[in-house]
């Protein structure tokens, strides 16, 4: 390595090594915001993203406002007896819906009982041939359906284990 790229990296080094320690710190933080006793695959980190980009689950009434807030549902252009549902809108919180599909990902591998991943299964097992296009439809449907089932269970109408998620 050269004399002069040396000396650039050590002016550097230390202040990459104070963030990396400042960020360590912050990450055991949140994940201590965590319950103890998540289900499986979901991670510490991923329940408090979740809580905290929600906020209030309280707040929604049915399943429908929830659904809605996570913008996770198709579009829809409809006039007189016409019904066109188009993709999924991208309006609202990216970071929520990020984070509820990566979920839903993760829950496709360590929670293979629960109910709407055992529904879109035909579609998100590994080496089926499907489309990428129908995988990733019937992923935000999981995901979706996921946001609903926490909703459920953070306000108190369900346990996780009645759900089909085992800890």
Not at 34 to 60: K, T
Not at 104 to 129: D, E, S, T
């Amino acid at each position: 390595m050269p004399a002069w790229l040396k000396e650039l990296l050590a002016n550097s080094q230390p202040i990459l090594i104070a963030l990396q320690e400042k960020i360590r710190v912050l990450t055991l933080q949140l994940q201590s915001a965590a319950g103890p006793d998540q289900p499986r695959g979901l991670g510490a980190m991923s329940s408090v993203m979740i809580d905290r980009e929600i906020g209030n689950w309280h707040r929604f009434r049915n399943r429908r406002q929830v659904g809605s807030y996570t913008r996770l549902c198709p579009g829809e252009h409809s006039s007189g007896n016409t019904r066109l549902q188009s993709c999924v809108t991208k309006h609202g919180n990216p970071r929520l819906r990020a984070a509820l599909v990566e979920l839903a990902w993760r829950l496709v591998r360590f929670q293979p009982n629960y109910r709407p991943i055992v529904k879109w299964n035909q579609v998100l097992r590994k080496g089926v041939l499907t489309t990428g296009a129908a995988r990733k439809k019937a992923i935000v449907a999981v995901a979706r359906q996921l946001a609903v089932d926490l909703w459920r269970i953070r306000t108190g109408r369900i346990s996780a284990e009645k759900l089909g998620l085992i800890n």
